[in-house]
């Protein structure tokens, strides 16, 4: 068929981030973050010029929406600065996420007809959050992983590393506020903490159809990226204030 005379609607496709101000971007970046980063990094990953980005990040700190925290110097020069996102700034409102809010209309539909309908929720859930996990990697650019520590001979390879970093900016996205320690060797023991749940009322009434979708969304996106050797665990309403999702290599190695 001619593609000019298609019937029914377009397509439809996020407006991105031309509906962004470049505050709000370098604001949107840090949330995706880990770990605190340099100026150097959010130039990288949001492509703006430097100093575009500093007098955002400066704006942005005075607003108490960002902290900055000074790194000593290596040698001669001066300190560096390394930026994090506050509460406050995780909760100021931003333009929506499309992933976000496909997410949210996606889940709550299948999760009710799976928990009334499946012989088996769970592992059904498990198996279409991998599916979903996987489909979501696969449109994630790979060079918006943020950068890492250098890891002990006994982590994950760069490669590991890397895709862990683009889940769990993945999850960020969604809306599970993924916090995990500074340093590589407490981030094995201790896993990465998710502070917040996007579908928290429906994970508390059904958590063995929501949780099983989260564990496999972070199974399918890792396989994606080529970790598949990643053992995923996630102990869900485990502490006061956190689910905790531990990322472990075939062997028991930590990675997470």
Known sequence: MDKSTRLGPAPWRPSGETDQSPAERVLAA???????ITTADLVGVLGLHANTVRAHLQDLVGAGLVAMETVPPVGRGRPAHRYRITDEGRAAPRVSDPTFTEYRGLTTAFA???ASRSADPSEESRQIGRAWGAQLAAAQPRTTASPQTDSPSSGPSSQ????IDLVVRLLARLGFTPVSPEQTEAVADEGIALRTCPLLELAEE??????????G???GALDQYGSGSTEVE???????????????DGQGTGRS
């Open 206 to 215: 059904m958590p063995h159809v929501i949780c099983q979708v989260h564990q």
């Open 30 to 36: 840090l949330a995706e973050q880990v770990r605190p």
């Open 160 to 163: 590991d590393a890397a895709s």
């Open 217 to 219: 969304l972070v199974e």
């Open 234 to 248: 996630l102990r869900a309403f485990s502490e006061p204030g956190a689910c905790r999702l531990h990322l472990r």
């Open 112 to 114: 009710t007809y799976l």
